[in-house]
């Protein structure tokens, strides 16, 4: 039988008549994921005094919204955007620079409502907002807050209804990306790259219980993600006298805390199978691919065309395919053009370059699939 694909909504309209029919006149029908297009936050460049801003790869259309948040609102996402993410029928844009969470319709980018974390925190707690992930309702979100004093920074949950606050953690020092595995959110706590107390919280949210794993594989914690239900983190490693980064990679943390390493890079993204990273290290020689099979603990090498000099790596989790943002070259120094556009270049599973788009963000830093759930008709 032919195929339709319906919204949910559009299917619910449907539904009496469904039920007017004889059993035998009912469609069957089955939920399926779909992807349609890719937001991406750049955080702009303070020396250009370029603020943060948002593009949008529409897939239907194969073209980017470049500046889609101003577009949309008819002002900039402001200084500093850091991170990207949805959850629900919302989306989440996290500024650093204004202490500020923007709520949007993830349909049409229109903001729900503006969250200031000093006003939601106070202003010590509420400084720096970095990651946000959603949970049962919830969002938890990371702030530096008191380690600017030396203290502890922090993660707090709102509502995604009345965006008010529910609770909050004290985690580590210069708390920065978080994801959620074995019913835990756990916290990269960068130290901001001090490599004095760096380590990765744990928050047991049945418990509230708040666990800090330390290890020597926990140099500079940044960013997380979640495979199989097991919590990987990408740790940016040290940096010597002439700042040469060395020992970048992911790690994994197992459900005891034992913490492994398993694949360079500087940058890395799942599709919730294979694990990709980019090995760029600063004041290193030349750059590296990798895809790291979860499955089978297997890494290869692959060599995408066509990038300069890469600022992220995504996968969409529904297509397979992945995406390289990259900084453009500069023509008159030949090194990356970090004030200018970025472009984004997408390939299949296997490596072949699909299609190159011109003028994605300036600063490029985080990325989110638009993703639905659609009705097929069997």
Known sequence: MKKYLFSFAVLMMGAALFTACSDDDTPSVKPVDVSNGMFIVGSGNKKAGIGGNVSYIDYA???????????ANGKAVGKTANYIMTYGSKLYIVVDGEATIWACDKSTLKIISQISTTTLLGENEGRSPRAAVGLNGNLYFTCYGSSYDGGNGIVAVIDTVSFSKKATYVVGS??????????SIYVANSDYGNGVKPSVSKIDVASNKVTEIKDEAI???MQ???????AYFLDYGT???NWNQ?????????????????????AMCTDGKIIYTVNAPYGGNGIQYFKYDVSFASKTEWQPADIFSPAMIAADPVTGNIFITSYQKNPDTGYAAYNLPSYTNQYDATGKLLKKYE??????????????VKYVQE
Do not use: C, H, W
């Not at 259309?61 to 577009?71: E, M, P, R, Y």
């Not at 210069?174 to 019913?183: E, F, H, R, S, V």
């Not at 003028?359 to 639905?372: A, E, K, L, R």
């Open 219 to 221: 140099t500079n914690p």
């Open 359 to 372: 003028g994605t963000t300036t600063g490029p830093i985080s990325f989110v699939f638009n993703t639905d």
């Open 61 to 71: 259309k194969g073209s980017v919204v470049q500046n889609a948040f101003q577009q």
């Open 239 to 241: 940096y010597d006298e």
């Open 246 to 266: 060395k020992g970048a990679g992911v790690r994994k943390i197992a459900a005891d805390g034992k913490v492994t390493k398993i694949v360079d890079g500087t």
């Open 174 to 183: 210069y708390p920065d990306g978080l994801t959620i595995a074995n019913n």
């Open 224 to 230: 997380m993600l979640t495979v199989n239900n097991e």
